[in-house]
Nanobody, 115 residues
Framework: QVQLVESGGGLVQPGGSLRLSCAAS????????MNWYRQAPGKQRELVAA???????NYADSVKGRFTISRDNAKNTVYLQMSSLKPEDTAVYYC?????????WGQGTQVTVSS
């Protein structure tokens, strides 16, 4: 059974940083595009960042210059480095693996930005 396990969420003050990790198992991680989504209360889930199998990255406009997505194929792990966090970044963050019509999701990790 495919597993995506996120970690690294928590409470942080505005302007602070967090690094999220997503450990993948039981599928061929290196051939999947990996994504981070987030969902705030009362809002739709939105794509935050994506990294292709070749390492190309894309970001939502709201996080460009503040968030960095990376992957380590040897460790089957994708990361999201978040800096200059704002209260509006508060959400549950989900790891996603995508290949053609296949989509796998993690259980999510809560990020709360508050003073």
């Amino acid at each position: 059974q495919v597993q995506l396990v996120e970690s690294g969420g928590g409470l942080v003050q505005p302007g602070g940083s967090l690094r999220l990790s997503c450990a993948a198992s039981r599928f061929t991680f290196s051939i999947y595009t990996m994504n981070w989504y987030r969902q705030a209360p009362g809002k739709q889930r939105e794509l935050v960042a994506a990294i292709s199998t070749g390492g190309s990255t894309n970001y939502a406009d709201s996080v460009k210059g503040r968030f960095t997505i990376s992957r380590d194929n040897a460790k089957n792990t994708v990361y999201l480095q978040m800096s200059s966090l704002k209260p509006e970044d508060t959400a549950v963050y989900y790891c996603n693996a995508h290949l053609n019509t296949l989509y796998y999701w993690g259980q999510g990790t809560q990020v709360t930005v508050s003073s």
